[in-house]
């Protein structure tokens, strides 16, 4: 499977501000996506991340709020805008393969102040 | 759309006893059931999958059934181990989705 990082792999944000999490994967990929585990709970989707047009977003999740870019088939940054402490959680980018299997990136641990 | 149900949200035993994790899907379009292990701190790590054609999969100590008539499947340890403590995803999804829906987890603890 593909070789996922993500950077950052924590960090600790002030309410009001923007982090833009990157996901690098060692392959070209067609399928990439980004997911929010919030604490103690399972994963939950927020876009599809699509290469040269713009991210299909899940029920609940917003472009202003979750912008995402697509420049190749080897990256994907997911950026949190306007955080504030309900935005504390982990992120995970991950990639799909040819079997439909999801892979997921180590996540980016997100604490909003 | 889909939906997952699991069972139970935690699991304790004993270490060498087995574990048994449920899960029940609602869409009978449902082919691709893949389980997933993230031990406390670290990414969800597929550990075994099942496809609608197959009634049993197994892969060392852990093995999943799979009942389409039903709609459930299961996910069986034996001979639990420390290391087996972790919180167990499963997902189910369609052949063209590439997007599981998963349950809402369960917490294993393994005793030693």
């Known amino acids: 499977s593909a070789v996922i990082s993500q950077k950052p792999s924590r960090d600790i944000c002030q309410r009001g501000t923007s982090l833009t999490i990157q996901c690098q994967v060692d392959?070209?990929?067609?399928?990439m996506f980004w997911y929010r585990q919030q604490p103690g709970q399972s994963l939950t989707l927020i876009a599809t991340?699509?290469?040269?047009?713009?991210?299909?977003?899940e029920s609940g999740f917003v472009i202003d709020k979750f912008p995402i870019s697509r420049p190749n088939l080897t990256f994907s940054t997911l950026t949190v805008s306007n955080m504030s402490p309900e935005d504390s959680s982990i992120y995970l980018c991950?990639?799909?393969?040819?079997?439909?299997?999801?892979?997921f990136g180590p996540g980016t641990r997100l604490l909003v102040l | 759309g889909e939906n997952v149900e699991q069972h139970p949200s935690t699991l304790s035993v004993q270490e060498g006893d087995s574990a048994v994790i449920k899960c029940t899907y609602s869409?009978?379009?449902?082919?691709?059931f893949p389980w997933y292990k993230q031990e406390l701190g670290k990414r969800p790590q597929l550990i075994i999958d099942?496809?609608?054609?197959?009634g049993e999969k197994k892969d060392q100590r852990i093995a999943v059934t799979l009942n389409k008539t039903a709609k459930h499947f299961s996910l069986h340890i034996t001979e639990t181990q420390p290391e087996d403590s972790a919180v167990y995803f499963c997902?189910?999804?369609?052949?063209?989705?590439?997007?599981?829906?998963f349950g809402r987890g369960t917490s294993l603890i393994v005793h030693p």
């Open positions: 869409d009978s379009a449902s082919n691709y």
């Open positions: 991340a699509n290469q040269g047009s713009e991210a299909t977003y």
């Open positions: 099942i496809r609608s054609n197959v």
């Open positions: 997902a189910a999804s369609y052949s063209g989705s590439y997007i599981p829906t």
């Open positions: 991950s990639v799909g393969d040819r079997r439909e299997t999801q892979y």
């Open positions: 392959s070209q990929v067609t399928m």
